[in-house]
């Protein structure tokens, strides 16, 4: 009995250690400098995001077209971004 319980113990630690990471998300604000809705592409100069790790900067990020609705150069947005696949990707965004 005892070694079936620390073998279910040594199990859940693997399974654990074994489990997807979950892609982190941040939140950050930021003016936008250019919009490429055929591409799903926007440039925004923001300060530096920890959670991702990215200091301030200009970047391009992916962004699904439909939320770049009404978004145009020099507006100030508030957004969410992750690192997904290797590229930056905003999952919300707002004026």
């Known amino acids: 009995m005892m070694f ?3 073998g279910a113990v ?3 630690a693997i399974a654990a250690y074994a489990a997807p990471v979950h892609a982190q998300e941040a939140q950050a604000s930021g003016e ?3 919009v490429d809705a055929a ?3 926007i440039a925004i100069k ?3 995001i920890g959670d991702l790790d990215l200091p301030a900067m200009t970047l391009v990020y992916r962004v699904d077209p439909a939320l770049l609705a009404g978004v145009q150069v020099g507006d ?3 957004f969410t971004a992750m690192r997904r696949d290797g590229k930056y990707v905003i ?3 707002s004026k």
């Open 39 to 41: 591409e799903g592409k």
């Open 10 to 12: 040594a199990l859940a």
């Open 46 to 48: 923001h300060g530096a």
């Open 32 to 34: 936008v400098r250019r």
């Open 91 to 93: 999952t919300k965004l």
């Open 76 to 78: 100030t947005v508030k």
């Open 4 to 6: 079936a319980r620390a």
